[in-house]
């Protein structure tokens, strides 16, 4: 028997972290094609931030409740679903409304939780992964054999991107803020850490490649950081844009150099996409991640665990910058 009334973390106004507070609403219901999660843990993400900061407002139909990927248990299902059952365990990308004990998705968006996973490690997956997947290696083409730059190697994007490329064949190079950040990097598999702080990333790659560049850059800064990423892309090569910490505006780009060395700029943003655009990401995470994760090969960096109701601390440490891999709400805790 559900019940009809769960905790959630809400957002009272647009604000800092203090306005996310402990609330009570209705258990939602799913509809056609959907299923309810019982939560166990939901991952923290930088949407989040921004949606709380009132920049980054949920889209038609998506709870107002932050939370875009979370794990648990299959509570109940809408009409048509027959390929989850109540009771297997799933992680789950989310249109929203993560913060709570309950939670509505389409049915293709869930994934098991991997082989020997925790339910606070398998929250930290689908937000990241099928961003990683879908602009790393569906829109930017990364194959085996070739060299990708990652920004922001210590952040959850950064860490996946740095697994899965290693995983896939790639020579990684990253950036991060520290030397203990780009030492991480290394652990993870990258073959050259860049602390953006004192080095400068276009003349280090230039140099580890010859001269040549990186086939792919996968980057979440923007502003100045997108005339450098043209500079240090080889021909043919893919710049993947996933992010604008440093800014959408104000940036002069040489097109000529686009031209000359015949350089393709792309990217996306997850949230906005259609439900089968999302559901195409998680059947290619099922055949070409999912084996990785449950072999283990790859695994997911924890930072840290906050209940549900420290969401407000947790999100202190998301713009704090100091985290390194996943902030994680263990709504259980």
């Not at 505006?249 to 943003?269: C, E, N």
Request: with cysteine; aromatic share 6%.
């Amino acid at each position: 028997m559900l019940p009809t009334s769960m905790k959630v973390a809400e957002i009272k106004q647009p604000g800092g972290p203090e306005v996310l507070t402990l609330a009570t609403r209705p258990v939602p219901q799913p509809g056609p094609g959907e299923i309810l999660i019982e939560v166990a843990a939901a991952g923290i993400n930088r949407p989040d931030v921004v949606q709380r900061s009132g920049h980054y407002p949920p889209p038609p139909g998506a709870s107002d409740l932050p939370g875009l990927e979370a794990a648990g248990t299959v509570a109940a299902l809408g009409e048509g679903v027959s390929r989850w059952k109540v009771g297997d365990a799933v992680t789950a990308l989310l249109p929203g409304g993560g913060y709570a004990e309950y939670v509505v998705t389409p049915a293709d968006h869930a994934l098991p939780v991997p082989k020997g996973f925790s339910m606070v490690e398998a929250a930290g997956l689908c937000e990241t992964f099928y961003t990683v997947w879908g602009n790393l290696f569906m829109r930017g083409r990364l194959r085996a054999g070739e060299t990708v730059l990652i920004h922001g190697g210590t952040s959850g994007i950064g860490t996946t991107a740095i697994m899965l490329a290693v995983a896939k064949g790639a020579t990684v190079f990253a950036t991060a803020g520290s030397d203990d950040k780009c030492a991480t990097c290394v652990k993870l598999g990258a073959t050259r850490a860049i602390n953006y702080r004192n080095e400068d990333f276009v003349q280090v790659v230039k140099d580890a490649t010859g001269g040549k560049g990186v086939d792919v850059v996968l980057d979440i800064i923007g502003g100045d950081y997108i005339p450098r990423n043209l500079q240090a892309l080889a021909l043919e090569g893919r710049l993947v844009q996933i992010a604008f910490l440093g800014g959408t505006r104000s940036v002069t780009v040489d097109f000529g150099q686009i031209m000359m060395k015949r350089l393709t700029v792309t990217g996306s943003t997850l949230r906005p996409q259609s439900v089968p655009q999302k559901a195409k990401i998680a059947a290619e995470l099922a055949e070409h991640v999912w084996p990785l994760l449950n072999a283990g090969t790859i695994r997911p960096l924890v930072d840290s665990v906050y209940p549900l109701g420290q969401a407000a601390e947790a999100h202190r440490r998301m713009e704090s910058s100091v985290h390194v891999g996943k902030i994680i709400l263990d709504v259980k805790g």
